[in-house]
């Protein structure tokens, strides 16, 4: 954590969810929020609440939204000076409404918003100059200024010693244009630490069968991996043959947006803070754990003590 804060370069978004359960937004019906969201958001709201020097990368409105998401961060210790207001956009929006069988119905305003509308900037400069550590979110590369942001960062922060973690974040069937399959590809390749969720990880190898994938992940240059597994835990694997998994907490599940980034944001922010790969999936696991057990994206992060008492009350799977 010497070197510099970690940063997170993204989408921030509020969310609004529906109360009831069914189908969509034909109806009136009642409604939750907004709650602070964007899954880079997420993330580094984690990372801030952990105790880790944290800092965000993007943009909101000048409207309530945005302020809802500013406060929010700001509150949880996090580096803001490098979020822009924009004066025209508002703050990117996601309505949700969850469906019977835990599908999901969304409306959003992220394209068309201040979250899309963001560049190198004066304040992105100076954050990214003393930044120690970059986290990127492949569903960002959708953006093509935050791919400007992105390219330009990951090689300041390399240069100066920093690190990289990467969650691909990238549906299996999502077919990306040429040139952003190739960025994604280049990003995985540099990642001193992947986050991948179920078969994202043959998304990002681009090999089938787990075994194959994590051979050529490493074969390419990752140097961690950390897959997840929703309530099945999650598994460490390192470049020297070392596996650790680490079963799930029982919880009953509330909401699971939310849950892989409060996951990845507690595992590298106890990384970052010198803890043990075996160490910091326990803090990780209890933060994804912990996230699900209460309605909106990011309102189950936890504290440090919050999630020592967490670990404390709550059994494990075996
Ligand atoms: P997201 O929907 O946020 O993208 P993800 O697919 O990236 O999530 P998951 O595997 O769903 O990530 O969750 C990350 C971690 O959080 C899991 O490995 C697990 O440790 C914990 N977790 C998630 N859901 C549950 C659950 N229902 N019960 C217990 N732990 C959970
Ligand atoms: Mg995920």
Known sequence: DQLGPTVCVGEILVEIVATTVGNGFMEAQPLVGPFASGAPAIFISQCGRLGGSAAMIGAVGAD????????????????????????????????????????????????????????????????????????????????????????????????????????????????????????????????????????ELERAAGVEGETSAIR?????????????????????????????????FIVSEIDPTGAGDCFGGAYLTCRRLGMSATDALIYAAAAGARNVTVVGPMEGAGTREQLDAFIAATERRS
Not at 83 to 93: K, L, M, N, Q, R
Not at 222 to 241: N, Q
């Open 64 to 199: 309530d939204f945005g302020r809802v998401n500013l406060e929010r961060l700001k509150g949880d210790g996090v580096d803001i000076s490098a979020i822009s207001i924009d004066p025209d956009y508002p703050t990117g929006s996601a309505f949700v409404r969850y469906r019977k069988d835990g599908s999901r119905d969304f409306v959003y305003n992220i394209a068309t918003s201040a979250a899309a509308r963001f560049g190198w900037s004066e304040g992105v400069s100076n954050l990214i100059g003393r930044a120690g550590h970059l986290h990127v979110m492949g569903s960002a590369l959708s953006v093509p200024s935050a791919c400007e942001v992105i390219d330009k960062a990951v090689d300041i922060v390399k240069a100066r010693g920093g690190t990289l973690s990467v969650d691909p974040n990238i549906r299996k069937e999502l077919k990306l244009d040429e040139a952003t399959e190739q960025r994604f590809a280049q990003l995985v390749a540099k990642a001193d630490l992947l986050l991948p969720s179920g078969e």
């Open 216 to 248: 050529r992940l490493f074969e390419i240059g990752v140097k961690e991996i950390v897959l997840k597994r929703g309530a099945d835990g999650a598994t460490y694997y390192s470049r020297e043959g070392e596996r650790v998994d680490a079963p799930a």
